[in-house]
């Protein structure tokens, strides 16, 4: 909203480069969304994670 | 009364010692007490923010023009002048926008029909946001409709007399009212008999999308869920709550807008735009961590996502049409004195 870039749009471009984790961590969850708990997905999140840290730094 | 001179004479005659007195009081509630739901504070804060950047406002206001558009169409249909009109809940005034538009009536058998804005003598936009209801208060189209900017103090007490309005209109902000009964109520004691009310709000499963994929995401990351997606009225207690307020000849429709968006963010982003975002009293405060908006991107676009990588979210828009009570309207005739037999009809053709 402001003049200056948003922190919101660098998070957004930073994830799009995650497509890939993201689908696969969207697919461990979706495969059984009734029994979801906490860190049912922990494997995959940490990599969609990691990915999104190591394109924000890049950017 | 009585039982206030009872509790004196029983202190008085049957109590020995003062240190075991119990004093009760009997309260009489001025009505029954409303269930709270939304920060009405907040509401009014985030539109004066989203109204401040008036550019980006502007940007997203396609659905609440498009929703004021349609609903001021179903205005078509009633052949009549509408000396005084109320738009209740104005928002940045997007119904006195769709009443300027030329040509309203698709009819193709008559080329050009003229605004919606020659049948009405004066429009009083009411909100409580000084800054979205003047922000669009040197366009022109404001010089095509005799338009009154009124700032509320609150939208749930509308400060009008009985029996003012020809018209009652509101698109798109009822969903956001605490007391909605009181208010409809309210709506129909300030109309003049026989005159309608038209109103759109969003109801339903409007954003299911982005409430089940962030409930996924909530509950994954961490372990609960918070609510991030505002109660809704369905289409089925519309009809109730317009009856109780007292409205006859009633009409509710509802249409499903589906909107695609590139990610989950521009979704959001838009929907702080619009003053869209969430009121809810009970909701967690401060923004949603980077964790749950990573993992709901992830989860919204595999459980709901299009084939060509958009993000569809749903707003399903309740339109509602009532009327206030006249001795001279039509009225439904009683139970059991129907004299023609349907099934002949339907069978004769």
């Given amino acids: 909203m402001t003049p200056r870039s948003r922190p919101i749009k660098k998070f957004a471009v930073a994830v799009s480069h995650c497509s890939g984790e993201a689908s696969l961590y969207g697919k ?23 990915c999104y840290l190591a394109a924000s730094r890049k950017a | 009364m009585q039982y206030l001179c009872r509790c004196k004479n029983f202190h008085e005659l049957a109590v020995p010692t003062p240190q075991t007195f119990r004093r009760t009081y009997a309260i009489h509630a001025a009505s029954a007490p409303t269930f709270q739901v939304f920060n009405r504070r907040t509401k009014w804060l985030q539109k ?38 109320l738009d209740l809940g104005a928002n940045s005034c997007n119904i006195a926008r769709a009443l300027t538009r030329e040509n309203p009536d698709p009819d193709p058998a008559r080329p050009v029909s003229p605004p919606l804005a020659t049948r009405i003598g004066e429009l009083v936009a009411a909100d409580s946001s000084h800054s979205l209801l003047y922000r669009d208060a040197d366009l022109s189209f404001n010089d095509a409709i005799n338009i009154t900017r009124e700032v509320l103090q609150d939208e749930e007490q509308l400060p009008y007399a009985p029996a003012t309005f020809d018209l009652v209109m509101s698109s798109l902000s009822l969903h956001w009212i605490n007391d909605l009964p009181s208010v409809l109520a309210q709506i129909n004691n300030i109309l003049k008999p026989d005159a309608p009310f038209l109103g759109a709000m969003l109801g339903g499963d409007t954003l299911y999308e982005l409430r089940t994929s962030l409930q996924l995401a909530d509950q994954e990351r961490k372990g609960g869920i918070s609510p991030h997606v505002s109660p809704l009225a369905d289409v089925r207690d519309v009809g109730g709550l317009m009856q109780r307020a007292g409205f006859k000849l009633l009409t509710v429709d509802v249409e499903d807008i589906i909107v695609d968006y590139p990610d989950t963010f521009a ?74 037999n349907l099934k002949d009809i339907l069978e004769s053709k």
């Fill in chain 2, 48 to 85: 004066e923010r989203a109204a401040s950047h008036v550019e980006l406002s502007r940007q997203a206001d396609y659905l609440k023009d498009e929703v004021a558009m349609r609903l001021c169409e179903r205005l078509l249909d009633i052949k009549r002048q509408f000396p005084k009109v």
């Fill in chain 1, 28 to 50: 461990c969850i979706v495969t059984d969304y009734d029994g979801v708990h906490k860190d049912k997905c922990l494997r995959e999140f940490i990599k969609l994670k990691d």
């Fill in chain 2, 267 to 340: 979704l959001m982003e838009d929907l702080q735009c619009m003053a869209e975002g969430n009121a809810i009293l009970s909701r967690e405060m401060g923004p949603i961590s980077r964790d749950v908006l990573l993992a709901n991107e992830g989860i919204y676009r595999e459980l709901h996502g299009n084939a060509d990588g958009s993000l569809p979210a749903t707003f399903r828009v309740i339109y509602m049409i009532g009327w206030r009570e006249s001795d001279d309207q039509a009225k439904p005739l009683p139970r059991g004195s129907g004299e023609v």
